[in-house]
């Protein structure tokens, strides 16, 4: 086959599926977000028993996959015996835990200098971070304080990935992940 024949070939292989449903056991995916600053896109899933887990990729299905994916793991390790929820108390406490650090980026956030996306000012990014502390406050519901808290802390990871706003958003992620899926 010629290189003619092979940019030929290459121009009608499409990158990944198109379809959506990638036929993953347990895949309940909820929200799905593409991060212009990082060229990602990021998903969760949220198990039968209100779990949410997150998964990222280069292209929306596979970060659907990757969401789908730990899910079923989750699932799998669950009925196996081999997977624990924290505890109400556990659950408290993380929750207290990630409000506490969404209040510091508020702080952070408040303070900085830099420049803000045209677009996306700093008084949104301000009202969203207050919005999630409170939401993840008042809710045990893990669903929807992914999908408040998810996108704009997304957009702090990346848009700000080399300082101390982006620091403090990578840990607030961490904290996320471990109430959400505990």
């Given at each position: ?79 196996s015996g081999e997977v ?15 409000a506490r650090e969404l ?15 045209n677009g996306y000012p ?61």
């Amino acid at each position: 086959m010629g290189q003619k024949e092979k940019r030929t070939l290459l121009r009608h292989v499409t990158p990944f599926t198109g379809s959506i449903d990638g036929k993953v056991p347990a895949e309940n995916v909820e929200l799905t977000h593409y991060l212009a600053e990082t060229g990602r896109w990021v998903a969760y899933s949220k198990a039968s028993d209100g779990r949410v887990f997150f998964g990222d990729g280069a292209t929306e299905p596979l970060a659907r996959r990757a969401a789908g994916l730990r899910t079923l793991a989750h699932l799998e390790g669950r009925a196996s015996g081999e997977v624990e929820g924290l505890s109400p108390e556990e659950t408290k406490n993380a929750r207290n835990e990630l409000a506490r650090e969404l209040a510091q980026l508020h702080v952070l956030v408040t303070t900085s200098n830099l420049p803000f996306p045209n677009g996306y000012p700093k008084e949104v990014i301000l009202t969203e971070l207050k919005a999630t502390h409170d939401i993840v406050l008042a809710t045990d519901e893990r669903g929807l304080i992914a999908r408040w808290t998810l996108p704009t802390l997304l957009f702090l990871a990346g848009g700000f990935a080399n300082g101390i706003i982006g620091k403090g958003a990578e840990k607030s992620l961490e904290l996320l992940a471990k109430l959400l899926a505990g």
